[in-house]
């Protein structure tokens, strides 16, 4: 027997199952006029357009009857059965062409009386059997046209039907026994209440045919109804998802930044192996999910963060800490007993996640440390030279200068470091000075790219000293200058006030 008559005896199968279930159920529907039941006709009553009163197989159409209906809400429950109801409760006498049925309203007063009778001779349960025959049709379409396979078996797995998506899967795997034998064996495998998930690998699948379904079963009176879903988007977004955590686990796993992520339960779920490294927690630890306040007592214990005054103040900070990291404002250094210095930063993520950022600093606080040093032991050199020395960059702007120099021309080092150009500098030296082409010369000098070699400059100031401008190229384009008093000035005066700056 080929498909299509399968597919016609499985649909006659389940309308006639369908006929036997909807006549009990109106059978059984609620107790009103025991003499309606006999009639071969349908009866309601309206007071204005809400539904007061009606035959039980009436109410029989509602799932879960509304708590008042109205003629709007009847009618789409009837179109199935009549399908050109008048819109509105206008009295008279209708006729349905589609369904051979006849309407008779009649209005009294507010109320509305509404008879359906069917044409010709007609038993009492014509009702029951238009209302099966149609949603009979209604299912056929429905499931031959299912985007999906779906078909029956027997309980000795003999195939009963299959709607037209199972006949294209079917073609492509050697006929529909053949495809019903290979589901049926792998369902078997597995617990056949849970969904199994299948990977088709016929070359005759089509291009609108899934190859990963996803297979359900569902027990019936007489055998086994399966429903298969195409879930190859489903596939690849794992896959897809897969790899990117796989990219993202390498990511981390070469990081030097120990990474602690908890979820919005406050439960450790993602770590790397540098926060192994640079906490020295047991990794067990870490990998029995943790929540957020035993990880760092972890910490706290294994002398990774600094050791808090009293317990109770500790509690407080880390509530402090976790309030601060959902806000993105939580930045520590932790200065340990060992020597270690730590960056710690805790950033927000979606879904209520914070993820904590563990530096080791180490490195960076000594090379700066001893930078320091440097600078201070050359500020403490040039600080001792008689001279008054200053350094500009490239740019003109003055980065260095001695307590020499500050001295002489009255200025505050802190203050005037990083603000004072080469401009500015010239403006205020040749105030103090007669006048002398040095200082445009010396402001090209200082700005300039080309090759630059020593030169000096004699300079007299205006309250009678002679003064020596000595310029010298030094690294990375930068200039020295210095102001040098003569030596038989040094000598008559081994201590000289500070240049006085006089108008011109």
Request: aromatic letters at 10%; charged letters at 25%; hydrophobic letters at 40%.
């Amino acid at each position: 027997m080929d498909s299509f008559a399968w597919s016609a005896l499985g649909i006659g199968l389940i309308c006639a199952a369908m006929t036997i279930g909807l006549i009990a159920f109106s059978l059984r529907g609620r107790k009103a006029d025991t003499s309606a039941e006999n009639r071969p006709y349908l009866s309601m009553l309206f007071q204005g357009e809400t539904l007061i009163d009606a035959d039980d197989r009436i109410w029989s159409l509602f799932p879960i009857p509304p708590t008042a209906p109205v003629w709007s809400d009847l009618r789409l429950a009837l179109l199935p059965m009549i399908p050109d109801l008048p819109k509105a409760l206008r009295p008279g006498e209708h006729r349905s062409d589609l369904s051979e049925m006849e309407i008779t309203i009649a209005t009294q007063g507010d109320r509305t009386h509404v008879t359906v009778y069917p044409s010709g001779q007609a038993g009492d349960d014509w009702f029951t059997t238009r209302r099966c025959k149609s949603l009979g049709g209604h299912l056929q379409s429905a499931m031959m046209l299912a985007p999906d396979p779906i078909w029956a078996v027997t309980d000795e797995s003999d195939l009963l039907w299959g709607n037209e998506a199972f006949n294209r899967y079917a073609h492509a795997h050697g006929g529909g026994s053949a495809f019903r034998d290979l589901v049926t064996a792998e369902v078997a495998k597995h617990d056949p209440q849970r969904p199994k998930r299948l990977d088709l690998k016929a070359p005759g699948l089509g291009s609108a045919e899934n190859r990963w379904l996803e297979v359900t079963t569902q027990k019936t009176t007489g055998g086994q109804v399966y429903f298969a879903t195409g879930v190859d988007a489903v596939v690849r977004a794992e896959a897809a998802q897969q790899n990117f955590v796989q990219t993202l686990s390498k990511t981390f796993a070469n990081l030097t930044t120990g990474l602690a992520i908890f979820d919005r339960d406050r439960r450790l779920v993602l770590f790397n192996p540098a926060l192994v490294d640079l906490s020295r927690v047991p990794i067990d630890f870490l990998s029995s999910r943790p929540a957020l306040f035993e990880f760092f007592d972890k910490l706290r214990d294994c002398r990774v963060m600094p050791e808090p005054k009293s317990y109770d103040d500790w509690r407080e900070r880390m509530a402090r800490l976790v309030a601060a990291a959902c806000d993105d404002r939580f930045r520590e250094t932790w200065s340990l007993a060992n020597g270690q210095t730590f960056d710690v930063t805790g950033q927000p993520y979606p879904d209520g996640a914070i993820a904590f950022l563990f530096n080791d600093i180490t490195a960076e606080v000594s090379l700066t440390r001893g930078f320091r040093t440097e600078l201070d032991t050359l500020q403490s050199v040039i600080d001792t030279f008689d001279d008054a020395v200053a350094v500009f960059d490239s740019q003109g702007t003055l980065t260095v200068c001695n307590t020499a120099y500050a001295d002489l021309w009255s200025v505050e080092p802190e203050a005037c470091i990083l603000e004072t150009t080469i401009v500015e500098a010239t403006q205020s030296w040749k105030s103090a000075f007669h006048p002398s082409p040095v200082w445009p010369e010396l402001r090209d000098f200082v700005t300039s790219s080309q090759e630059r070699v020593s030169w000096d400059s004699d300079l007299r100031s205006k309250d009678g000293r002679e003064v020596i401008c000595r310029i010298d190229p030094i690294c990375h384009g930068a200039t020295l200058i210095r102001f040098c008093h003569h030596s038989k000035n040094r000598d008559a005066n081994p201590e000289p006030d500070g240049l006085k700056i006089v108008s011109a």
